[in-house]
């Protein structure tokens, strides 16, 4: 059987329905992220903003990964040391 949940919209209470019914609310705006679901059986209330299976579609992307470039040296190997970039921009300037 598959989970049933009830919805608290300003303190009214709708249900019990299905994960796909709840989808379809979302998709026409009558779930919002503030909303509570509670699952039938259930005394614990969540906002629905925590079910990433109805607001998957609106989480941030992910953040990229801190890359740490390092500029090759003559030979075409990456060094640690790239002191001499420091000394060729001092001259530069």
Excluded: Q
């Amino acid at each position: 059987m598959p989970d049933e949940w009830m919805v608290r919209v300003e303190g009214r209470e709708y249900g019990p329905v299905d994960l796909e019914t709840l989808r379809e609310w979302k998709n026409e705006g009558r779930l919002i992220r503030s909303n509570e679901l509670c699952r039938i059986g259930e005394d614990r209330w969540v906002l629905a903003a925590e079910f990433p299976e109805i607001f998957a579609d609106e989480l941030p992307p992910a953040a990229p990964p801190d890359l740490i470039v390092r500029s090759p040296n003559v030979a075409g190997n990456f060094s640690r040391d790239d002191s001499h970039l420091s000394r060729r921009l001092l001259a530069l300037s």
